[in-house]
């Protein structure tokens, strides 16, 4: 063998661990880091630590894991982050771009750890509340006027509960539900929800038709059950014994405005002598008058008092004298 092919074998013998040691040597000082796609985190402050998975000299994976990457200022807000972003990051904060590896996703998707409570679930929980504290006994039925929106906790939203309360909702005809949600044993936000309340009510219908001045009773009159908007009148009874103003025909509901009491007989007549009787605790005064005016129990009538001949005004009792009116 030549001296020439020697010397080289000789030369390549040496060069090869020289090679191998610095190749180690630079792969040991690389930062290598890898990148999801898509990652959610607890904390609203980024760095690059949470977001990559990094390896490499631990003094530099040190040094990278605390580089800040911004933050999430708003619930359901999505940052998006490019290598170009990371490496110039990286840069800035003295690991030159030679000395890193990304490996994975071109661009990574950050995105806070949050839970969303529906409009639905609020309703569900407002109805449920209703259901089981029905704001008036004759309340049937309700239906959600005013959706709510959303709600979404940041973090890991530990302990979530709900405390519904019934509030003013300035209607007659609505219920306001509030629902207090709380987390690790504070209130973290309030959610309302309108209802519109259904009532069980009645009303009088016809069932001939009916002349004027006909008394109303259950053989031309019928009770009916309905659903309506609003409460029924506290004061509300059957119209029995009140006469029709009109004729009514047959199927009409009954109002107020169709119908009258029925008319007490006149029992004082214009002229006629009445006792004036004033009585009160501890003394009795009674005079004589007469009726100036036609009246009937109760009304207010002029009387003229026959002794002084004065003029007052006076009550019509049941059994025809009349009481001054002071």
């Given at each position: 063998m030549s001296n020439k092919i020697v010397n080289t074998i000789l030369i390549m013998c040496l060069l090869l661990p020289v090679h191998s040691n610095a190749g180690n040597t630079k792969k040991d000082s690389a930062l290598q880091i890898y990148l999801p796609r898509e990652i959610t985190i607890k904390d609203k402050h980024l760095s690059l630590g949470q977001v990559g998975i990094i390896r490499g000299q631990e003094s530099l994976v040190a040094k990278a894991s605390k580089i800040a990457l911004g933050q999430i200022s708003a619930p359901g807000q999505k940052i998006?982050?490019?290598?170009?972003?990371?490496?110039?990051?990286?840069?800035?904060n003295g690991i030159p771009v030679w000395k890193v590896t990304l490996t994975g996703a071109e661009t990574i998707t950050i995105q806070q750890q949050e839970r969303t409570i529906r409009s639905d679930e609020f309703i569900k929980l407002a109805s449920s509340y209703l259901e089981k504290n029905p704001p008036?006994?004759?309340?049937?039925?309700?239906?959600?006027?005013?959706?709510?929106?959303?709600?979404?906790?940041?973090?890991?939203?530990?302990?979530?509960?709900f405390s519904p309360r019934l509030v003013s909702s300035g209607a007659g005809n609505q219920a306001k539900v509030e629902i207090a949600i709380h987390s690790g044993g504070k209130i973290i936000g309030t959610s309302?929800?309108?209802?519109?309340?259904?009532?069980?009510?009645?009303?009088?219908?016809?069932?001939?038709?009916?002349?004027?001045?006909?008394?109303?009773?259950?053989?031309?009159?019928?009770?009916?059950?309905?659903?309506?908007?609003?409460?029924?009148?506290?004061?509300?009874?059957?119209?029995?014994?009140?006469?029709?103003?009109?004729?009514?025909?047959?199927?009409?509901?009954?109002?107020?405005?169709?119908?009258?009491?029925?008319?007490?007989?006149?029992?004082?007549?214009?002229?006629?002598k009445v006792v004036i009787r004033i009585d009160m605790p501890g003394f009795l005064i009674t005079a004589f008058g007469k009726a100036m005016q036609d009246g009937r129990a109760g009304d207010y009538i002029k009387v003229r008092n026959v002794d002084s001949q004065r003029i007052i005004l006076a009550m019509i009792n049941e059994d025809g004298s009349v009481k001054p009116a002071f």
């Open positions: 998006v982050i490019d290598r170009k972003t990371l490496l110039s990051r990286l840069a800035c008036g006994i004759s309340v049937c039925g309700f239906n959600p006027i005013r959706i709510p929106q959303d709600f979404i906790i940041t973090g890991t939203g530990k302990d979530i509960s309302e929800i309108i209802f519109k309340l259904k009532y069980n009510c009645r009303q009088a219908v016809t069932k001939i038709d009916i002349p004027t001045g006909t008394v109303i009773s259950p053989d031309n009159v019928k009770i009916e059950k309905i659903t309506s908007n609003y409460p029924e009148s506290v004061d509300w009874k059957p119209p029995y014994g009140l006469i029709s103003k009109r004729q009514i025909p047959t199927k009409t509901v009954l109002h107020p405005n169709m119908l009258s009491p029925v008319k007490s007989p006149i029992i004082t007549k214009r002229n006629q």
